[in-house]
């Protein structure tokens, strides 16, 4: 059983619609991400949060807006998303300590189709 | 140098066979590394850490050149079930693990 759970597992949904994506960790983590994942590329890594609080934003649209209410839960909310952002959303965490990097775990991921 | 960079192959090996892949790193100053595989349409699943000069669990062994800034992964006896895609990971100067783009391996038959 992972870590790390996200639901839904897929998603399919309008431009115009919105929805949100979840995601949860059980392993104890003081740091949670969002990546994305579009077919035949590599993983692109969306926002950090440590400790509850946002600590990186790699340039993503304003459609995407991440939550972080715990260390525990992290959210993704969809908003009048683009066909181009069809892709696997990928939860992960990881225990974060000053000078060492721990690895990250990964969820199963929510597939998102926009039509 | 790109920070990370891997061979994106695909590697088609059979069965049986030895394969290894490098992956190549542009902060000299990283100390911990990672290897992953993501089987088609899943997650990335974490195969090996590595913080040292190397590791090694069952046929699976990695190995650190830190003087030419390098890490590999040695697959031995390939089994059909390693076909997967094989993601390195490293920090940057930053501090944020970045992922490479994969290399695919293939075991056939």
């Known amino acids: 059983e992972t870590g790390v759970t996200q639901t839904p597992r897929h998603l399919v949904m309008g431009m115009t619609n919105k929805k949100s994506l979840k995601c949860e960790q059980h392993?104890?983590?003081?740091?949670m991400y969002w990546y994305k994942q579009s077919a035949k590329k590599p993983l692109e890594l969306m926002f950090v949060y440590n400790f509850k609080e946002q600590t990186e934003n790699n340039s993503v649209p304003s459609r995407f807006s991440p939550e972080c209410p715990n260390s525990s839960h992290l959210f993704l909310h969809l908003h009048t998303l683009q066909p181009e952002d069809s892709a696997l959303y990928l939860c992960?965490?990881?225990?974060?300590?000053?000078?060492?990097?721990?690895?990250?775990?990964f969820g199963d991921g929510t597939r998102l189709s926009i039509l | 140098r790109k920070e990370v960079e891997q061979d994106p192959g695909p590697f088609n090996v059979p069965e049986g066979a030895t394969v290894a892949f490098n992956c190549t790193y542009s902060n000299s100053a990283s100390q911990s590394f990672f290897w992953y595989r993501q089987d088609c349409r899943k997650e990335p699943k974490l195969l090996m850490s590595?913080?040292?000069s190397g590791n090694e669990d069952g046929r699976f062994t990695a190995q650190l050149n830190r003087a030419s800034q390098y890490i590999s992964l040695l697959i031995r006896d390939s089994k059909l079930s390693d076909s997967a895609t094989y993601l390195c990971v490293v920090p940057n100067q930053g501090g944020k693990l970045i992922f490479g783009q994969g290399t695919e391996l293939s075991v056939k038959p």
């Open positions: 590595v913080y040292s």
């Open positions: 992960a965490s990881s225990q974060v300590y000053s000078g060492t990097n721990q690895p990250q775990h």
């Open positions: 392993l104890g983590h003081n740091a």
